[in-house]
T-cell receptor, first 113, second 113 residues
């Protein structure tokens, strides 16, 4: 069965510093991986996805993610964090065959001024 | 396009009452799903549909019913509300291609007393 894990409940980073939010996955076959962001009292918004091709994927708001097949990871990164990046971030994988999306438990990012 | 809409935004029920959470999308997406979000649990899939007339159970289907009579609408019914169903509910839709991301509604916050 497909699954994703987000090992950190919360990540704190100072404004201007680089940030990383971790995600590891377990899939059979080629993975379709996604990152979403949720701001307070809002629905989830799509940030970026990995389907195939370049291991470094660029997305919205300056975020990027690095796909690493050998480490089965898909970490979300940003070179310079903003206070406005503070939100809840979810990693997800789409299950082949059933079309279901499977979400991680989320990581709360706090960017400190 | 309005995207994915959900009504109501907030609802308070008493134990044993029934209600329907409405979800509609105007993007002609085949795939629709319902999630509940609880603190520390991430997003858990309740039911999903890969097209009109086709529904299937997700991870936590007990106590909920769905139907998909049109491509646009995917209502979620609570048959006899219980306090354990207090949660924030999100509806999402996507095109059928496995590489496509989901679009989320703004959510319904449900409290069952």
């Amino acid at each position: 069965a497909q699954s994703v894990a987000q090992p950190e409940d919360q990540v704190n980073v100072a404004e201007g510093n680089p940030l990383t939010v971790k995600c590891t996955y377990s899939v059979s076959g080629n993975p379709y991986l996604f990152w979403y962001v949720q701001y307070p009292n809002r629905g989830l918004q799509f940030l970026l996805k990995y389907i195939t091709g370049d291991n470094l994927v660029k997305g919205s708001y300056g975020f990027e993610a690095e796909f690493n097949k050998s480490q089965t990871s898909f970490h979300l990164k940003k070179p310079s964090a903003l206070v406005s990046d503070s939100a809840l971030y979810f990693c997800a994988v789409r299950d082949w065959g059933t079309y279901k999306y499977i979400f991680g438990t989320g990581t709360r990012l706090k960017v400190l001024a | 396009n309005a995207g994915v809409t959900q009504t109501p935004k907030f609802q308070v029920l008493k134990t044993g009452q029934s209600m329907t959470l409405q979800c509609a999308q105007d993007m002609n997406h085949e795939y629709m799903s319902w999630y509940r979000q609880d603190p520390g649990m991430g997003l858990r899939l309740i039911h999903y549909s890969v097209g009109a007339g086709i529904t299937d159970q997700g991870e936590v289907p007990n106590g909920y019913n769905v139907s998909r009579s049109t491509t646009e609408d995917f209502p979620l019914r609570l048959l006899s509300a219980a306090p354990s169903q207090t949660s924030v509910y999100f509806c999402a839709s996507s095109p059928p291609d496995e590489a496509d991301e989901q679009f989320f509604g703004p959510g319904t916050r449900l409290t069952v007393l």
